[in-house]
């Protein structure tokens, strides 16, 4: 009884702690663009974990790999693509509406936890691919007109970070006896954060 009320304290936490964040670009420079490779390191470590949507996300995208049991392949292949998201930003390519698309995108993710869906192969390739790519683009404009080595760095702490929080929910929903709870609690928190981006999309939250 005790560990369930735990777990639903921590989802309200987890909740309340979405409604009062931004929904979008977040920054561990203080939205400044990083001049040296230090802080474009740090900007990428910093980013997705700062930015709770994107880090809803990725968290989901672990839980539905570990869900599907069928390796990290596709874990990789969405960090490639957060990071190809990231180089689309940086050509000067116009993505409409993409922070209510960020906010879609983790809403999908946090349904199909929540549901418990295993998704096929193909499915989940081209689920993690536009997620990816969405939170990659929204990603790459707190890295826009950096330096070289600012920017390397960037991709490489970016990197480096998301595919560590993957891998993490992914080995942690692998290793549970039991996934309903847990799977429930983090679907409904990673819904939670989906819809707050949007609805600051589109000017419903401030």
């Not at 964040?21 to 900007?43: D, I």
């Not at 880090?55 to 392949?73: Q, S």
């Not at 007109?145 to 480096?160: D, Q, R, S």
């Not at 409904?188 to 401030?206: H, K, P, Y």
């Amino acid at each position: 009884m005790m560990s369930s009320i735990t777990r639903l304290g921590a989802c309200a936490g987890i909740a309340t702690l979405a409604m009062q964040v931004p929904a979008f670009a977040h920054h561990p420079m203080g939205g400044t663009t990083p001049v040296t490779f230090l802080q474009g390191l740090l900007s990428g470590l910093g980013h997705p974990v700062i930015g709770i949507d994107h880090l809803a996300a990725i968290v989901g995208a672990g839980l539905l790999a570990a869900l599907a049991r069928r390796g990290v392949a596709p874990l990789l292949a969405f960090s490639a693509a957060l990071i190809a998201g990231v180089g689309v930003h940086l050509t000067g390519a116009d993505v409409p509406v993409s922070e209510l698309l960020v906010g879609l995108s983790t809403i999908a993710i946090g349904v199909l936890v929540l549901m418990r869906q295993s998704i096929g192969p193909v499915a989940a390739a081209c689920l993690f691919a536009v997620v990816g790519l969405l939170h990659g683009y929204a990603l790459g404009e707190s890295i826009a007109g950096a330096e070289t080595a600012p920017l390397v760095a960037y991709l490489a702490g970016l990197l480096i970070i998301q595919t560590a929080i993957a891998f993490g929910a992914y080995a942690l929903l692998v290793r549970l006896p039991t996934r309903a709870i847990p799977m429930t609690i983090a679907g409904v928190v990673v819904v939670l954060v989906g819809g707050m981006t949007a609805a600051a999309a589109t000017g419903l939250v401030g």
